[in-house]
C-alpha cells in the first residue's frame, strides 16, 4: 500500500475529544480477514527442508482485536503464520501507525505457528516465499483499520480451562546406550523430539505440560457476543499444505456454538509456551484423535465454561514493551571451517541434509551475533498478557504464571518476531534440535532466564504489584516430613535452576516433571520432581545412623545399564535397583561384600517409597512401607551422599539423624500411595 493512501486513511481513524466518562469506557473493534495466498503455488517453512504449497486446504486469517480506552489503543493480531521475522513485522507496525496512529509500541502481532502457512521467513532448509509476504503485510494493515472502524462499548471477562487432555510433551530422554549424534558428529542427543510412540530407545518426557486454555472474551454493551481470545500451549496438529491447523478449524468450531448467527464474531487461537509440546501422547501405543475431534473437543471445553465468564464493563487496559538485545551462541574457528568445508562441496542451491542445513546457519549466525527481541506485557481487564518472540518450553510458561502477581496470566509465544528456540539451561545439556546453534535456535545459554527476570519486572510495573515468590504446593506428606526435623529434605519441586539448596548439583537432569500423584504431596496444585540424565546430586553425609526416604521411580531396564542403577551411593555402600535379563529389577544394598538383594520387583515408570535405615553395621530397606532388606553391612562414616546414578526420578529425598520407627516409616507410605 503506498505512502499517500496511507495518511489519506489515517484521517479516518484520528481521535476525536472525548469526556472524562468517555475516557473510563472500554471499546472493542474486531475483525478476521483472508490471509489466503492469492497465487499458487508458494514456499512452506518449518521443515528442515522447503515444502511446495500447491492449493489451500482451507483459509488462513489475521484476526485482529483493537482495544481503546481514552486516549490508548492496543491492536492485537493473531495471524495463521508458522513465523514472521522481526524485520516484517516491525515494517507493518509502521505503517499501521501511519494509517491509525496506533503507537508501534502498542501492536502486538504473534504467529499461530502453523508449519502449512507460506513461508514469511527463511528457516534452516527453506527461504521466504518473495510474493506473499508483501501481499500479507497489506492485509494486516487493512484487518487493523477494519477492526478500528467496529470500535464499540464492550465487556470483558477471562477464565482458565483445564486442557490436560490436549498437551503432552513431545521432547523425550533417550537411554544412556541410545544416545544419537548431531549434525556436527558429537554424540550429544540425549533428548529429542517426537520419540514415536512407547519406543523402548526413551525414557520419558523432559519436562512439564502447560494445560491451562486462557480465556479472554468480550461482549457487547447488551450482552451479544463480540470476541473470544483464547491462548493454549500445543504446537501444531498437522495438516497438508496450505492450512491454518488447529488454530482455524478451533476457531471456526467455537464461532458457530457461541455466535452461531453473528458473522462479524470474531474467534482467537494463539499460541502459547508449546516449544516441548504436542498433541501426542507418546505413552501410549497410537494417536488418540484426528484433527477435526481434537478441534472440537478444545472448542467444546471452551463452549462449556462460557457461561461461568464474570464479564466487566468497568475494564481498564495497558501495556508495556521493552527491548532487549542477546547474544548468539557464535561458532568458533573449527565449526566454521566444518560449515564452509561442507559448503564447498555442496551440490544444489539450497541444502539438503541436516549437515548442509547447519552448516548454512552457522555461517549466517556468525555474520549477525547478536539479536534485540521486543517483549510485552498487556493487561486486559484482570488478564495478563506477556509475549516472547521465541519458541518458548512449558516450563517457562509454568514459571512466568507463577511468578506473576496476577494468577490470571498467559504468554503467548512468536509474537514481534521469531528468535527461535530458548530452552531453558539445563535443557541445553541434554542437546536436541531446540539447542543446536541457528537461527531458530541460536540465542545465548542464559537467554531463557533473563527474559523471564525481565518480564517479571515488566509485569511488576504494568499491574503495580510485586512478584510472587515461588512455593511448591504443600500437602500433609511435606508437613509430616518437616515435622521429624530431617537433616535435609529436598522436595524437587523447583521450575528452574542448575543449583539446588543444600547439595551439589551436576549437570544432566530435568525439572518439573510428575511425581507421586497423591494430593498429601500438593493439596492445590501438582507435585514435581527431578529427573536424573546423566546429571547427579552431592550432599553432606552424617553419622553411623541414619535414614534416607525418598520416592523413587525407574526408567530403565537394569541390565542394560553401563553402571547399576543406584538410588544412593555413600562410600562403599550402594543402594541399587539391579537385575537380570531386561528386568526391571530390585532393591540391592551393597557394601563391597555379599550384596543384601530383595526379591519384589519393581516395574518400571511406577512410583516407590524407598527408605534405607543404619544404625551402625545393622541395615535395614523398607519398600512400600514393608521391610524388604535385613542384615548387616560395614558403615562408611562421614563419607557423602551421592544421589541420582540411576536412570530415573527422585522426589521428597530427606536425610536424617535417626532411625526412623517401622511405623513411621509405613504412615508416611500409606499417606502418600
Not at 464492550?154 to 533417550?174: H, P
Not at 468480550?218 to 499444505?241: E, Q, V
Not at 477435526?292 to 514493551?321: C, H, R
Not at 496476577?406 to 531453558?424: D, F, H, M, Q, R
Amino acid at each position: 500500500m503506498c505512502r499517500s493512501c496511507l495518511l489519506a486513511l489515517a484521517i479516518c481513524f484520528t481521535f476525536s475529544p472525548l469526556s472524562r466518562a468517555d475516557d473510563l469506557l472500554l471499546r472493542v473493534g474486531a475483525y478476521a480477514i483472508d490471509v489466503t495466498p492469492e497465487k499458487f503455488p508458494v514456499i512452506v517453512n518449518c521443515s528442515f527442508n522447503e515444502v511446495i504449497g500447491k492449493s489451500a486446504q482451507s483459509k488462513l486469517h489475521a484476526r485482529c482485536i483493537v482495544l481503546e480506552q481514552g486516549k490508548e489503543r492496543i491492536a492485537m493480531v493473531t495471524v495463521d503464520s508458522c513465523m514472521m521475522p522481526r524485520e516484517f513485522i516491525d515494517s507493518t507496525k509502521k505503517l499501521i501507525t501511519e494509517m491509525t496512529g496506533i503507537p508501534e509500541d502498542h501492536q502486538m502481532i504473534s504467529a499461530t505457528h502453523t508449519h502449512t502457512a507460506p513461508a514469511v521467513m527463511g528457516c534452516l532448509g527453506s527461504d521466504p516465499d518473495p510474493v506473499y509476504p508483501s501481499f500479507l503485510q497489506t492485509q494486516l494493515i487493512r484487518g487493523v483499520a477494519k477492526a478500528i472502524e467496529l470500535l464499540q462499548p464492550a465487556k470483558v471477562g477471562n477464565i482458565v480451562v483445564d486442557a490436560t487432555k490436549y498437551t503432552n510433551n513431545r521432547r523425550w530422554i533417550l537411554r544412556t546406550d541410545k544416545l544419537r549424534r548431531d549434525p556436527f558428529g558429537d554424540l550429544t542427543v540425549r533428548a529429542n523430539m517426537h520419540p514415536g510412540y512407547q519406543n523402548p530407545d526413551f525414557i520419558g518426557p523432559s519436562g512439564p505440560i502447560d494445560p491451562g486454555l486462557s480465556v479472554v472474551a468480550f461482549r457487547t454493551m447488551d450482552d451479544k457476543p463480540l470476541a473470544i481470545w483464547c491462548n493454549f500451549s500445543m504446537h501444531y496438529f498437522g495438516t497438508a499444505p496450505v492450512s491454518p491447523d488447529y488454530c482455524g478449524l478451533f476457531a471456526e468450531k467455537i464461532a458457530k456454538k457461541i455466535a452461531p448467527d453473528d458473522a462479524k464474531f470474531v474467534p482467537v487461537m494463539t499460541q502459547g509456551t508449546s516449544g516441548d509440546l504436542m498433541w501426542m501422547d507418546y505413552a501410549q501405543p497410537k494417536p488418540w484423535t484426528d484433527l477435526n475431534n481434537y478441534a472440537e473437543g478444545l472448542a467444546t471445553l471452551v463452549t462449556e465454561q462460557w457461561k461461568n465468564i464474570q464479564f466487566s464493563a468497568n475494564a481498564s487496559i495497558g501495556i508495556e514493551e521493552t527491548k532487549m538485545k542477546l547474544m548468539r551462541r557464535l561458532p568458533d574457528e573449527k565449526r566454521l571451517k566444518w560449515a564452509r568445508d561442507i559448503q564447498a562441496v555442496q551440490k544444489t542451491p539450497k541444502p539438503q541434509s541436516q549437515q548442509e542445513i547447519y552448516a548454512r546457519e552457522a555461517l549466517m549466525i556468525h555474520d549477525q551475533p547478536e539479536r534485540e527481541l521486543k517483549l510485552q506485557v498487556i493487561r486486559v481487564g484482570t488478564q495478563l498478557i506477556v509475549t516472547i518472540p521465541n519458541e518458548v518450553f512449558a516450563i517457562t510458561g509454568l514459571r512466568l504464571k507463577a511468578l506473576s502477581p496476577w494468577k490470571s496470566t498467559c504468554v503467548v509465544e512468536l509474537a514481534n518476531g521469531s528468535e527461535g528456540y530458548i530452552p531453558p539451561p539445563e535443557q541445553h545439556i541434554l542437546g536436541g534440535y531446540t539447542t543446536w546453534p541457528a537461527r531458530s535456535a541460536g540465542l545465548e545459554l542464559q537467554a531463557e532466564p533473563k527474559i523471564v527476570e525481565q518480564l517479571t519486572s515488566m509485569m511488576e510495573r504494568v499491574t503495580k504489584e510485586k512478584r510472587r515468590p515461588f512455593a511448591e504446593p504443600e500437602g500433609d506428606y511435606s508437613v509430616a516430613i518437616e515435622k521429624l526435623k530431617p537433616i535435609a529434605y529436598w522436595r524437587f519441586g523447583q521450575l528452574t535452576g542448575m543449583t539446588i539448596p543444600g547439595a551439589e548439583l551436576e549437570p544432566g537432569f530435568a525439572l518439573g516433571l510428575d511425581g507421586p500423584p497423591s494430593k498429601a504431596f500438593a493439596k492445590d496444585g501438582v507435585n514435581r520432581c527431578m529427573q536424573f540424565a546423566g546429571g547427579r546430586m552431592k550432599a553432606k553425609g552424617v553419622g553411623e545412623t541414619y535414614t534416607v526416604e525418598c520416592w523413587v521411580w525407574n526408567g530403565f531396564p537394569t541390565d542394560v545399564r553401563p553402571i547399576t542403577g543406584a538410588v544412593f551411593v555413600r562410600g562403599g555402600n550402594r543402594l541399587v535397583i539391579g537385575g537380570k535379563d531386561n528386568s526391571p529389577g530390585v532393591l540391592i544394598f551393597d557394601a563391597g561384600k555379599e550384596p543384601l538383594s530383595g526379591k519384589t520387583p519393581l516395574e518400571l515408570r511406577r512410583w516407590y517409597h524407598v527408605v534405607a535405615v543404619r544404625k551402625g553395621t545393622k541395615i535395614a530397606v523398607y519398600l512400600n512401607g514393608q521391610k524388604e532388606i535385613d542384615g548387616e553391612m560395614p558403615s562408611t562414616p562421614n563419607a557423602d551422599f551421592v544421589f541420582g546414578e540411576l536412570e530415573g526420578r527422585l522426589d521428597e529425598l530427606a536425610i536424617y539423624g535417626e532411625a526412623l520407627a517401622p511405623d513411621v516409616i509405613k504412615q508416611h507410605y500409606e499417606m502418600g500411595r
